[in-house]
């Protein structure tokens, strides 16, 4: 037996889940089902932002970025652990 569920959310966060939704092909109410079985199943709720690294973090990562193009201030691969512990004390 189905049941309506009535939600009140922004117009435009419908909007985009509606569409996104549709892009991996599935009608929005698969989702919210998903969402809520996994709520019930694990009796959690996760909240999360998108991540933005502060100034230092970001350049840091650009650096590092350039390093690995550059192919230098680079260690390994290493064959076994043994290798990589003698790489970290020398």
Known sequence: ????????????LKKRAKETAERIGLP?????????KTFVEER???????????????????QTDKDIKA???????FHSAEEMIKSLRS
Do not use: W
Not at 28 to 36: D, E, K, T
């Open 44 to 62: 959690q709720v996760t909240f999360s932002d998108r991540l933005i690294p502060n100034k230092k973090t970001s350049a840091l990562l650009r």
């Open 1 to 12: 037996m189905k049941t309506m569920l009535n939600i009140k959310t922004e117009v435009s």
């Open 28 to 36: 929005l109410s698969a989702v919210i089902n998903n969402y809520l």
């Open 71 to 77: 192919g230098k201030n680079l260690v390994g691969p």
